[in-house]
Each structure stands twice: as structure tokens, then as C-alpha cells.
């Protein structure tokens, strides 16, 4: 048998080995993502947790100067129960001016006691809306 005919067997006993050996399994003690907590984030008022976690969509409620109004609820990449809130700043008497600036926040729930926090901006603007401070 000459090289050249030879290496369709060649090819098929490599396809057939590397088929059998399965590949490596790797392990590691330490997790890709760190489980986050409340800690660092500013703690969102106790009386209004039930507005956040049983509000419908578009309601609004107050809190010193800002007007925040209820977005969707959803689960974040880590698992917990968040919900987006719309931001913005109380204008004349408290009525809220269409030409004020509007800043999407979210807010997390800590499943160990069911308390709520804001989680900072990736980015912060300097214009950007201060929330539970």
C-alpha cells in the first residue's frame, strides 16, 4: 500500500480515536460572578418596599424631592427580583414638569429579608438623579 492510499486510514483511526477520549472536565473552588448583597448599596426606605414589591407598572409615588414612577419587574443575571423606577425631580409645587429629566434606576430585592436597594449606575452621570440618600 503506498503513503497517499494509506491516509484514509490514517484519517479514519484519528477520528475514531479522539471520538473515544472524552475531553477534560475542569473544576475550580472559586465561582465566575461574586453573589452580591445589600452591602454598598443605598437601602431603600422600609415604608416603601410594599409599593415597590406590589405596585402595577406606571404607578407613582413621591420621596423628598424626587417623582418616581414604577417600571417592570424582572430577574437580574444573579437571580434576585428587580424592578426599574423612572426618576425625576419634583418641579414647582411638587408637580412634575414635562421638561424635567427623566433617570431609569433600578432596584433590587434581598431574598434573605426582603428588603430593597438601589443599584448605582454603571456609569454615573453628573446631571443623574441621587435616589435614597
Known amino acids: ?3 497517499p492510499s494509506k491516509l484514509p486510514l490514517y484519517l479514519l483511526l484519528l477520528s475514531i480515536v479522539s471520538c473515544t477520549n472524552s475531553p477534560p472536565v475542569l473544576t475550580t473552588d472559586k465561582p465566575l ?3 452580591t448583597t445589600d452591602n454598598g448599596f443605598k437601602r431603600v426606605p422600609e415604608e416603601y418596599w410594599a409599593i415597590i414589591n406590589d405596585g402595577a407598572e406606571h404607578e407613582s409615588f413621591s420621596f423628598k424631592d424626587n417623582y418616581i414612577r414604577l417600571g417592570h419587574t424582572f430577574t437580574s443575571a444573579l437571580g ?3 424592578r426599574q423606577l423612572f426618576v425625576s ?3 414647582e409645587n411638587g408637580s412634575n414638569s414635562p421638561l424635567s429629566k427623566i433617570n431609569k434606576r433600578i ?11 438601589a443599584i448605582p449606575a454603571i ?3 453628573k446631571r443623574s ?4 440618600n
Open 80 to 82: 434576585k427580583e428587580c
Open 107 to 117: 432596584t433590587c430585592k434581598n431574598p434573605e429579608n426582603s428588603s430593597w436597594f
Open 123 to 125: 456609569v454615573e452621570l
Open 33 to 35: 460572578v461574586k453573589p
Open 129 to 132: 438623579t441621587s435616589l435614597f
Open 1 to 3: 500500500m503506498s503513503t
Open 89 to 91: 425631580k419634583n418641579i
